[in-house]
């Protein structure tokens, strides 16, 4: 290396805390709960070639680079929609990916870019993610790459072209703004980086950053993967039209010093949107995080490692739909693909196994006209139970995205014409083992306003598998209760289904698998879980035997 141990430390932590600056800038500035309270956009900052150096979502800016056909010069801002058109880096309409020039005294050094999730973009649903979606046309407006900001310039014109296709115009623009202030403010903070180190010591830390990454992770490969190929399948329950399960299949081999991930077997693409046009470096991204993070958790995530990952897509797969397939459900597919890399890595180093995740990314739109003739949609992502793992117990009712919260029901309550009347772990829901699978969330929303709902989720049908003897997590379950008395089970995918006052909707997510033979538990374990209420007295005695034994219910405040 050519720089010291201690400058690249320092770059390391700078791009760390610009990367925080620019989460913080848009949570502070954008409109909608899904950005604002949830957090449902990701930030990146790139080397001069594209590859992420900082974020959570990478790979995407090389092929951006090689597609757009005009110069990116000083003070553009670029914006782009369309999956299909970047190759599935960005995977459905409602994600507005916008990307900015770090330029240093004239030379082009990176890039800072984000996307976010906007609450409308229009199609034949609020909120664009319709499960009756025959094709990409039916979920919204596609944006083709352009610039919103030309050498600083705002093109109001084509914003408002834009701003046209959308059910919630003005929450949309405050977040497209929030995000470009956010890329802006990272790339002002590389050139005061540069500026306080030179910009050479800069780019060789970032090189040798990027260079690190590569080499643990090609001794992470050499490690865990082994040569003959291991497999792993699993199933996206259905499509919202009727079809399905639909299969996943991955295989693992090592190459020489290459791990190379299969998707042949895997079923074809659905009629309906759940398809996933996976982009090579992403998915990539997806492997890698999980390889680090299992084996060697210190080192910072960057795209160093590229090279040494070989992805097959079959073409016209459910992993590798053929333009114009809907797209818009892509994030159950996507977490079940999470399940799929932690079945294979699990074959490959038992020590390191978990289960599966409540697997899907569970949400609710609710939409319609209040009492003063206003219109309203709210959008929230929903959580569920994570795996039991080698390190303890899975997490009880959270995102299978590290930074996503919950919306504060006082901000729902606040804003939209709904009553939060239970937000709560769903006991005995996490599958049973030495370290309990992570409980799913039951929410009792209460409807105050004439509308209708359209509800996103899968593992209703499928339970979350456990692992080393755990047992499976609980399936999800949607129960429309009318004001009258009368109710309903819905389907884990469906459309503008109209509510009225008084309706409540019971929305239960799928727990998470268990760890190890339940039996093997300790008996502390199994009385806190009771105490605490996150797994009853009588599911302790069903699931444990006689380890539950004396297991009950406290009073007063769980430890």
Not at 60 to 80: A, F, H, N
Not at 482 to 505: M, Q
Request: hydrophobic share 40%; aromatic share 8%; net charge negative.
């Amino acid at each position: 290396m050519s720089v010291d141990i201690v400058t690249m430390e320092i770059v390391e932590a700078a791009l760390r805390s610009l990367r925080d600056e620019m989460d913080t800038v848009v949570w502070r500035s954008a409109m909608s709960p899904i950005i604002r309270e949830q957090h449902d956009e990701f930030p990146l900052v790139t080397n001069a070639d594209g590859y992420m150096l900082v974020g959570q979502f990478g790979s995407y800016v090389p092929l951006l680079l090689e597609t757009y056909d005009e110069e990116i010069g000083p003070g553009d801002v670029l914006l782009q929609s369309d999956p299909y058109l970047c190759d599935g880096a960005i995977q459905h309409t409602p994600d507005w990916l916008v990307l900015v020039p770090i330029d240093y005294q004239g030379r082009r050094i990176g890039y800072t870019s984000m996307f976010g999730h906007m609450l409308d973009v229009g199609g034949s649903v609020p909120g664009s993610m319709a499960a009756t979606a025959k094709s990409i046309w039916d979920e919204g407006l596609r944006i083709p790459p352009v610039k919103l900001f030309e050498a600083g310039t705002f093109n109001r014109q084509l914003l408002k072209v834009i701003l046209g296709n959308s059910r919630t115009p003005e929450m949309n623009e405050a977040d497209l703004l929030a995000i470009v202030a956010a890329c802006r403010t990272g790339a002002q903070r590389v050139v005061e980086l540069c500026d306080r180190i030179g910009v050479e010591t800069y780019l060789e830390a970032c090189a040798a950053l990027l260079d690190r990454t590569r080499e643990a992770m090609r001794t992470i490969i050499r490690r865990y993967v082994p040569e003959e190929p291991v497999r792993f399948a699993d199933v996206v329950d259905d499509d919202g039209q009727g079809n399905g399960p639909f299969t996943l299949a991955l295989s693992l081999r090592r190459d020489g010093d290459r791990a190379v991930f299969d998707f042949t077997g895997s079923s074809p693409q659905a009629p309906g949107p759940i398809n996933l046009l996976t982009h090579e470096g992403l998915f990539k991204m997806f492997a890698g995080i999980y390889l680090i993070m299992a084996f060697d958790p210190g080192i910072n995530f960057n795209e160093g490692f590229h090279d040494l990952f070989e992805v097959i897509l079959p073409e016209g797969s459910i992993v590798k739909p053929v333009f114009p397939a809907p797209l818009g459900l892509l994030n159950i597919t996507l977490a079940r693909q999470l399940d799929a890399i932690q079945g294979v890595l699990a074959r490959c180093a038992p020590e390191y196994a978990a289960g599966a995740g409540y697997g899907s990314s569970p949400a609710l739109t609710y939409s319609g006209t209040d009492d003063h003739g206003r219109y309203f949609q709210l959008g929230e992502i929903s959580f569920g139970g994570l795996p039991g793992r080698p390190a303890g117990d899975g997490l009880d009712g959270h995102s299978w995205w590290p930074l996503f919260t919950s919306i504060p029901t006082e901000y729902i309550e606040s804003y939209y014409p709904v009553v939060i009347e239970r937000y709560r772990s769903v006991p005995d829901s996490g599958g049973a083992g030495r370290h309990r699978g992570g409980n799913g969330i039951e929410k009792i929303y209460r409807f105050e306003a004439p509308g209708q709902i359209t509800i996103q989720d899968d593992r209703w049908r499928s339970r979350p598998w456990g692992a080393d003897g755990g047992l499976p997590g609980a399936c999800s379950s949607k129960l429309l209760i009318r004001a009258d008395g009368t109710s309903e089970e819905l389907p884990s995918k469906c459309d503008l289904v109209p509510v009225v006052p008084g309706d409540r909707l019971v929305f239960v997510t799928a727990g998470g698998g268990g760890l190890g033979e339940p039996g093997t538990r300790a008996r502390a374990d199994i009385e806190r879980d009771v105490r605490r209420g996150l797994v009853s007295a009588d599911g302790a005695a069903a699931a444990y035997g006689a380890a539950s034994a004396g297991a009950t219910a406290a009073d007063g405040l769980p430890d």
